[in-house]
């Protein structure tokens, strides 16, 4: 059973930059696909990026592409989320979440692949 928990939300001025950390226990980090969601109040979850096992594939929402950049370190059982020149509709709690895959370089962005989910840290823009 793999315990996720995210770090580093807050609130920040648009323009401004954060940096999402999440750690994880209880698995081996290197045998899931990872990825970061987010839900707006009203709004559904979505995908907001995600990256593969070995780090060499990522996907990205077309909404943070340019802004936004995921990283993990297997060593270390750790996944980043940078994000850049932010804006408020950027405004929602982010999740981090971990899905089991079987191939090294393959990213999943369905939020049902994913078996594990953090409890989500805040982020709110101001304009």
């Known amino acids: 059973q793999v315990q996720l928990v995210e770090s580093g939300g807050g609130l920040v001025q648009a323009g401004g930059s954060l940096r999402l950390s999440c750690a994880a226990s209880?698995?081996?980090?290197?045998?899931?696909?990872l990825g970061w969601f987010r839900q707006a109040p009203g709004k559904e979850r979505e995908l907001v990026a995600s990256?593969?096992?070995?780090?060499?594939?990522?996907k990205s929402a077309d909404s943070v592409k340019g802004r936004f950049t995921i990283s993990r370190d297997n060593a270390e059982n750790m996944v980043y989320l940078q994000m850049n020149s932010l804006k408020p509709e950027d405004t929602a709690i982010y999740y981090c979440?971990?899905?089991?895959?079987?191939?090294?370089?393959?990213?999943?962005?369905?939020?049902?692949?994913?078996?594990?989910w953090g409890q989500g840290t805040q982020v709110t823009v101001s304009s």
């Open positions: 209880g698995g081996t980090l290197s045998s899931y696909c």
């Open positions: 979440a971990a899905a089991p895959s079987s191939i090294l370089s393959f990213t999943y962005v369905e939020p049902t692949k994913y078996n594990y």
């Open positions: 990256i593969s096992r070995n780090g060499y594939a990522t």
